[in-house]
């Protein structure tokens, strides 16, 4: 089965930087749709990137202009860049693929990593 592992959360001062990773076994990425997802405690999940299998790229509003997301196909690993971070960037970072894009924008179902902690103070 499809098993992503996100790597490269840390605890980092506002205004700092970091890139996450998330490789992916058993799984080809290339020409995938893939995703980073983040939720806060007490807060709904949110998509932060989205690349399509056309290599198109979304952002959500509070992280454009400040957020890559890419990949290395080669090494089947997403990446997730993020700079001039702030507190409400704090949360557990997921990357998923094969999931429904749903009419609102929304995702359901996939496959899903198990998240790795950024925190932002």
């Known amino acids: 089965d499809v098993q992503l592992v996100e790597s490269g959360g840390e605890s980092v001062q506002s205004g700092g930087s970091l890139t996450l990773s998330c490789v992916a076994s058993d799984y080809d990425i290339s020409g995938e749709c893939m995703a980073w997802f983040r939720q806060a405690p007490g807060k709904e999940r949110e998509r932060v990137a989205i690349i399509s299998g056309r290599s198109v790229t979304n952002y959500l509003d509070s992280v454009k202009g400040r957020s890559t997301i890419s990949l290395d196909k080669s090494k089947n690993t997403l990446f997730l860049q993020m700079s001039n971070l702030k507190p409400e960037d704090t949360g557990i970072y997921y990357c998923?693929?094969?999931?429904?894009?749903?009419?609102?924008?929304?995702?359901?179902?996939?496959?899903w990593g198990q998240g790795t902690q950024v925190t932002v103070s």
């Open positions: 998923a693929t094969n999931f429904r894009v749903l009419n609102d924008g929304g995702i359901t179902g996939g496959d």
